[in-house]
């Protein structure tokens, strides 16, 4: 079946030390995106690309960082830079660039600190 | 800059009550209007949409939802909750012709009492 997946579905961090999240997805969607998911606060845009070797920063991309080197890959790299990492990490893709389709998301990584 | 609000944070009922979720957004142009469900431990699916047309939208499960322009509105209704609908509720925006960038609102948690 075609979809989204992210992996693992749990990952600690220790103080200082980068972490990568990953995303896959075998729809052939051009456009994917990340998002932090906090209680209370809905999802927040971390990064989105439109098409491969392409991404742009969301509205809370500070600590983060991200490549797309395959249209179907869209990792995304915790840095020690983010200081409040703690939340639920949802990865989408859709078809359409231009916000007329809607996203698909995965299941979702939730990253604790050690 | 563009936002959803969702008036209810948390809400509870009853099975067979009737539902209804306010949503408001921000922004000037011509949006495009989704509701997305998150049922416990299950990853975040489209449960309607709004791209043009009837205002009146009905998706998946029984849920329906109205458009008013003139309110900045996208209010999700059911007629009749059921125990099975408990799951947390967001509504999101995207700029027509945009980027396809979702802005979501803090997302509603319903709680349905059998």
């Known amino acids: 079946d075609g979809g989204i997946t992210q992996s693992p579905k749990y990952l600690f961090r220790k103080e200082g030390q980068n972490v990568t999240l990953s995303c896959e997805q075998n729809l052939n969607h051009d456009a994917m995106y990340w998002y932090r998911q906090d209680p209370g606060q809905g999802l927040r845009l971390i990064y989105y690309s439109q098409i491969v070797n392409d991404f742009q920063k969301g509205d809370i991309a500070e600590g983060y960082s991200v490549s797309r080197e395959k249209k179907e890959s869209f990792p995304l790299t915790v840095t020690s830079a983010q200081k409040n990492p703690t939340a639920f990490y949802l990865c989408?893709?859709?078809?359409?660039?231009?916000?007329?389709?809607?996203?698909?998301f995965g299941d979702g990584t939730r990253l604790s600190i050690l | 800059a563009q936002s959803v609000s969702q008036h209810n944070h948390h809400v509870i009922l009853s099975e067979a009550a009737s539902l209804e979720l306010g949503c408001n957004y921000s922004y000037g142009g011509t949006v495009n209007l989704f509701w997305y469900v998150q049922y416990p431990g299950q990853h975040l699916q489209l449960l309607l949409k709004?791209?043009?047309?009837?205002?009146l939208v009905k998706g998946i499960k029984g849920f329906e939802a109205e458009f008013i322009k003139s309110k900045f509105s996208f209010n999700l209704r059911k007629p009749s909750v059921q125990w099975s609908d408990t799951a947390e509720y967001f509504c999101?925006?995207?700029?027509?012709?945009?980027?396809?960038?979702?802005?979501f609102g803090a997302g509603t948690r319903l709680a349905v009492h059998p």
């Open positions: 709004y791209f043009s047309g009837d205002p």
């Open positions: 999101a925006v995207t700029a027509s012709g945009g980027y396809n960038k979702l802005i």
């Open positions: 989408a893709s859709s078809i359409d660039r231009e916000g007329n389709q809607p996203q698909h």
